[in-house]
């Protein structure tokens, strides 16, 4: 295989509470901090390794947004990508036209691996895998926890609500990546050094062709209704009464 | 009138309850006319019971050999297909649907509304984001269809007690062979599931060994509860992933949630927002799941699980 395409969106970090704006506008992102997309991690790890173990030859990792998305595309240099790609807007992107950034991505580059994180933690959409499979015409295989490689083949083990399924594909083909997958490394001083010098393209989204739209529209953003604290026991013989008083038990 | 058409998740033998979960969703669509379609290599039992939920107008069953297991690839253009004659196409927010829909969405020309919540409005839809963080009200164009998915969390099942008509039609589409089952390893357990299990009993980190969990186990057993778990004792591997509960796990509403040993990262917190009373168990009295618990108790787990076990037995 020659090159994995993997997608590295920017979002607010895994760790931050988020707050949504007192008008309704949106949330909170301001002064914000901004990492990878967890699972996005878990995918370029997981391209990564197939390049370690000679079963391809380039990882080319791809953010599309703001100038800002450049931070984390050098993080992911500095993981180990070989280079980057930044489709530049200022519009927010819609799952489908995300989809179809990628696939002329994938013509451009002539990619024969596509691998992302299952959903982003932003907007939990969970889609745009799915649809670049779809616009593709090629096979996806969403939710991965193993994939093994198997010439032009690949058997990939899916997390699903019973267990594990196990389905076989032909590549190129598009892979969204499960938690279980691996466990992305950590980065290292002098990576980033040097993966300051790696090449990182910009490319305007109107270069692709790509009109976003139409969308799926944010109208209102609102908090979530919160559950209220409730009683507090001593002990098992507490618990037990308080749950025969709501007929659980 | 709206036209739905809702796609059954089976697994060959039994409907899945998350189809009559998409149903109720529909029927909060204005003028709503539902139909379901299962797709199989034979179907006819599974339909019978999609036939069954109310207030269904038709079953279409599709039957080919390719449709023997849920390829969302060879599903995909079959279900675009039949989509034609609809205003809506919904499917369930389970791997099945969240696998499925929005392949079919691409082949559509359109993006998916993700996890409804509530229907607003004929394009109006209520979903989360940011794990629970934030609900957000969305508006899909109002002159294209909409395909969605349900987070069957937010529904109770449609009734049954109806008879709709079943027919069974052929979609003339080629459908793609790069996609191949292989095999499905279920997990065994004779408990309930945990999507439709009305007690769950779950556990944490803190339990700390997989044999430890031997005594989840068997308080769920003693209460007939399923069993969950939270991300972190996935990751240390004390229990298998499909028992996780969360953001990125399974989304559940059971009548009982019983979290022991679980801190309540918001990332957990947004899978049982929907439960009925959740009872805390943790030795730290500081842990957030104490703040959305209905009834909480603090201490030891080794000590407190046994002995709640013996009291219900």
């Not at chain 2, 050999?65 to 499917?91: K, M, R, S, T």
């Not at chain 2, 790069?178 to 408990?191: C, I, K, M, P, Y």
């Not at chain 2, 509860?225 to 996780?244: C, K, L």
């Amino acid at each position: 295989m020659d090159k994995i395409l993997v997608g590295l969106k920017r979002v607010v970090d895994y760790n931050v509470r988020v707050q949504v704006k007192s008008d309704g506008s949106g949330v909170e992102t301001d002064g914000v901090k901004m990492s990878i997309n967890p699972f996005d991690e878990i995918a370029l790890e997981e391209a990564l390794r197939i390049r370690e173990r000679g079963d391809a030859s380039e990882v080319i990792v791809v953010s599309i947004g703001t100038a800002e998305a450049q931070q984390q595309l050098r993080t992911g240099l500095a993981m180990g990508a070989d280079r980057a790609i930044l489709v530049e807007t200022s519009d927010a992107i819609d799952a489908l036209s995300g989809a179809r950034v990628f696939k002329e991505i994938v013509d451009r580059e002539g990619a024969d691996m596509v691998i992302l994180g299952k959903q982003a933690i932003d907007d939990d959409n969970s889609q745009t895998g799915q649809m670049l499979a779809a616009i593709w015409g090629r096979p996806q295989a969403t939710f991965a926890s193993e994939v093994v490689l198997d010439g032009d083949k690949a058997k990939v083990t899916r997390e699903v609500d019973v267990g594990l399924e196990t389905i076989e594909i032909d590549l190129p083909a598009v892979i969204t990546v499960d938690l279980r997958l691996n466990e992305p490394r950590y980065v290292k001083l002098p990576d980033i050094m040097k993966a300051k010098k790696k090449p990182l393209d910009q490319i305007p989204l109107g270069d692709l062709g790509v009109t976003p739209g139409p969308a799926v529209n944010a109208v209102e953003f609102a908090p979530p209704e919160a559950r209220q604290r409730g009683i507090t026991v001593d002990d098992v013989a507490g618990l037990v009464s308080a749950l025969k008083d709501k007929g659980l038990v | 009138m709206s036209k739905v058409l809702v796609i059954a998740e089976h697994d060959g033998a039994a409907l899945n309850p998350s189809t009559a979960k998409c149903v109720a969703c529909a029927t909060t669509i204005d003028g709503a006319k539902i139909d379901i379609v299962v797709l199989g290599a034979s179907v006819s039992g599974v339909a019978s019971e999609a036939a069954g939920i109310s207030p269904v107008a038709r079953v279409l069953t599709v039957e080919r050999a390719e449709n023997e297991h849920a390829i969302a690839a060879v599903f995909a253009p079959q279900v675009a297909a039949l989509a034609d004659d609809y205003d809506y196409v919904f499917g369930p927010s389970t791997a099945f649907g969240k696998d499925l829909m929005p392949r079919v969405a691409a082949l559509l020309g359109v993006n998916q509304v993700s996890d409804i919540m509530s229907v607003e409005g004929s394009h109006k839809f209520k979903r989360p984001i940011y794990a629970g963080n934030a609900i957000v009200t969305v508006e899909a164009p109002g002159d294209s269809k909409v395909v969605a998915t349900v987070r069957t969390a937010s529904y109770q099942a449609a009734d049954g007690g109806n008879s709709a008509p079943i027919e069974s039609t052929d979609v003339n589409v080629e459908l793609p062979t790069h996609t191949r089952f292989v095999e499905l390893q279920a997990g065994q357990s004779d408990r309930p599931d945990l999507q439709t299990a009305s007690k769950v009993v779950s556990g944490g980190r803190a339990l700390a060994s997989e044999e430890n969990f031997e005594m989840i186990f068997k308080l769920a057993d003693t209460i007939g509860a399923g069993v969950g778990s939270s991300r972190a004792a996935v990751d240390a591997g004390y229990i298998a992933p499909e028992t996780q509960v969360g953001q990125t796990g399974q989304i559940i509403a059971p009548d009982l949630y019983i979290a022991i040993g679980i801190s309540g990262a918001i990332q957990h917190l947004t899978g049982i927002k929907d439960a009925g009373t959740i009872v805390a168990i943790n030795k730290d009295e500081e842990a957030p799941i104490f703040e959305v618990a209905d009834i909480g108790l603090v201490g030891d787990l080794f000590q407190i699980v046994p002995e709640l076990t013996d009291a219900l037995s």
